[in-house]
């Protein structure tokens, strides 16, 4: 019998819709156990949760650089289930991506990191001298264009990241711990500078571990434990309780191989195992 | 494709070459050995079957008559016998002409006891074939004509030929092949080497947007580049071993030179030159375009 296909109702607004998602990898428990979410334009979200929780996962997912096992993915009108992987491409000029780990382009100057990501989706050489600039004065870096990435601070360096990741002008930024790698100070930084940028327009999905950031934010936080959602609240809290001890489990993303120091009190600080 | 990307992937393509300089140079010279030596190797062949044609040439199959065949009737076999394939041209030889033609050849003044034609009755057919391993196909046809009384070929001169000309093909195309097996190998190599250095860029490009044309252009320029330069070398290198080598041996064996001639330089080069070039660039955009196919994937 030949299977049909199912009609999906996007609510009005709604730029992220995941309807019962589960994503399995070869080994061990399912990464995310049947999640649905609704993001609307012009949201910031935080997704909080330990590792193996299946945060990136939901990140990687939202980018297509995976499939779902199963159930429905829709970003900006694209439904990723099944979306041509000839797509892929147009659709991910619709997003901007930040990593924890910032990936640079070390070779390369600040102006010529941020340019590149113009270049490679085939803007004109005009454009791109009027754009990176401007980009660059926004996120603070106007006279650091000519350093290379490795002569400048870690919230520096993430903050050409994130120009790089606002210059083909998205509508989602989606961020994966870009505060991992920060002392407190450029944390808070690089936070102002999302919300600058989600209050133009842009929605904003930053995955993170930092609590004093989300509880300070007062945003919408999701909240995710063992692959499934345990709380959406709007104006929300990192929660403890919620997300309970369970540090050590595998996670399958090395993304999220992190592990805090010290005992019981959080820290911005992280250790990358790997 | 904006004009701007496509100057954007060849400079990114000579960036490749440069960061990956090593390996890109060990990819040339293998391209460059291994054209040089199917170049080597097409030489030897194309001279060997020139000398294989001219000997061809002489080889021809005498067809003789039944007595009291008319002429008219030997002229009709004659067209039937052109139409063949296999056949390149037919010359009708009348027992006069066969006299006239002995006469000069042998007798020269000494004719006078003659005075009849000996050679009466020998009215022939002179068939020169295209390919002489067909030689016996022409054979079992003119066995069907009743009118044939005798035929004068020579079945070993023409299997030596087939036989020589099948093993030439047989060895040149083993060679060719190792030779492009390899050349591929290497050149896959080289890109994966730049693939590897350049994966974080690769990855980056992928999640910004890039299509995977943008991301696979340079690549496979690089890999046109190293097919193009490794297959000009050895063709120069060719033109000049190749000129030297035949005035060396025209006048250092002079009898070798009066049995046998060597093709032209320009007419080996006019040859082995665009096919060098095919197979260099060929190399280059098959390699490179294998190598990016596994190795994108993001």
Redesign the interface.
């Given at each position: 019998m030949a299977r049909k296909k199912q009609a999906h109702q996007i609510p009005e607004g709604n730029v992220i819709t995941l309807e019962n998602v589960y994503k399995s990898y070869a080994k061990g428990a399912p990464a995310l156990n049947g999640i649905s979410l609704d993001i609307k334009q012009g949201e910031f979200v935080f997704i909080v949760g330990n590792s193996g929780s299946g945060k990136s996962t939901l990140i990687r997912l939202l980018?297509r650089?995976l499939k779902p096992t199963e159930g429905y993915i829709n970003v900006l009108g694209y439904e990723l289930n099944t979306i041509r992987n000839?797509r892929i491409?147009?659709?991910?000029?619709n997003?901007g991506?930040v990593f924890q780990d910032f990936?640079l382009?070390n070779d390369r100057n600040v102006y010529e990191n941020v340019a590149?990501?113009q270049?490679?989706?085939?803007v004109?050489?005009r454009m791109i001298q009027k754009n990176v600039p401007a980009i660059l004065a926004m996120v603070g870096l106007a006279d650091k264009y000519k350093s290379k990435p490795l002569e400048l601070s870690g919230g520096e360096q993430q903050r050409v990241a994130l120009a790089?990741a606002i210059v083909?002008k998205p509508m989602i930024l989606l961020c994966d711990e870009p505060t991992g790698n920060l002392d407190p100070a450029n944390a808070w930084e690089i936070m102002q500078l999302l919300e600058e940028i989600n209050e133009t327009g842009t929605t904003v999905v930053v995955v993170t571990h930092n609590r004093e950031i989300v509880n300070a934010m007062k945003k919408r936080v999701i909240t995710m434990k063992k692959g499934v959602i345990l709380s959406d609240q709007q104006y929300g809290s990192y929660i403890d309780e919620e997300i309970g001890e369970d540090e050590e489990e595998e996670d399958e993303d090395e993304d999220e191989l992190y592990v805090e120091q010290g005992t019981g009190s959080w820290r911005t600080d992280t250790l990358p195992l790997i | 494709?904006?004009i701007?990307?496509f100057f954007?992937a060849i400079g990114q393509g000579f960036k490749n070459l440069v960061r990956n300089r090593w390996f890109a140079l060990a990819a040339i010279a293998t391209i460059t050995s291994c054209l040089f030596m199917f170049g080597v190797m097409a030489a030897v062949v194309i001279n060997f079957r020139h000398v294989v044609q001219t000997v061809e040439e002489g080889v021809s199959v005498t067809v003789f008559f039944e007595p009291g065949t008319s002429e008219e009737r030997i002229r009709q076999m004659k067209v039937e016998i052109e139409e063949r394939e296999e056949v390149s041209d037919v010359t009708f030889i009348s027992a006069e002409e066969a006299w006239d033609s002995f006469k000069d050849e042998y007798l020269g003044e000494y004719t006078d006891g003659f005075t009849e034609n000996p050679l009466e009755g020998m009215d022939n057919l002179e068939i020169n074939l295209k390919d002489v391993s067909r030689q016996g196909e022409l054979i079992s046809f003119l066995e069907t004509m009743p009118e044939v009384r005798e035929m004068n070929y020579s079945a070993v001169t023409a299997d030596t030929l087939t036989g020589a000309n099948r093993l030439i093909a047989y060895i040149s195309v083993g060679i060719i092949g190792l030779l492009l097996a390899v050349s591929i190998f290497l050149i896959n190599n080289t890109i994966a080497t730049g693939i590897t250095a350049r994966k974080?860029?690769i990855?980056?490009?992928?999640?910004?947007?890039?299509?995977?044309f943008?991301v696979r252009a340079p690549f496979v320029i690089q890999g046109l580049i190293i097919g193009f330069i490794g297959s000009v070398i050895p063709v120069g290198v060719l033109y000049i071993l190749y000129s030297r080598a035949t005035e060396y041996v025209v006048g250092r064996f002079p009898t070798l030179a009066r049995i046998m001639s060597f093709v032209p330089t320009y007419d080996i080069i006019r040859i082995i030159g665009p096919a060098c070039l095919i197979l260099g660039v060929g190399i280059g955009f098959l390699g490179s375009m294998f190598t990016v196919r596994r190795h994108l994937h993001?």
């Open positions: 980018l650089e000839s491409p147009k659709f991910r000029r997003l991506i990936r382009l590149f990501a270049r490679v989706i085939q004109s050489g790089r083909n | 494709m904006r701007s990307t954007y974080e860029e990855s980056i490009m992928k999640y910004i947007g890039a299509t995977d943008f993001v």
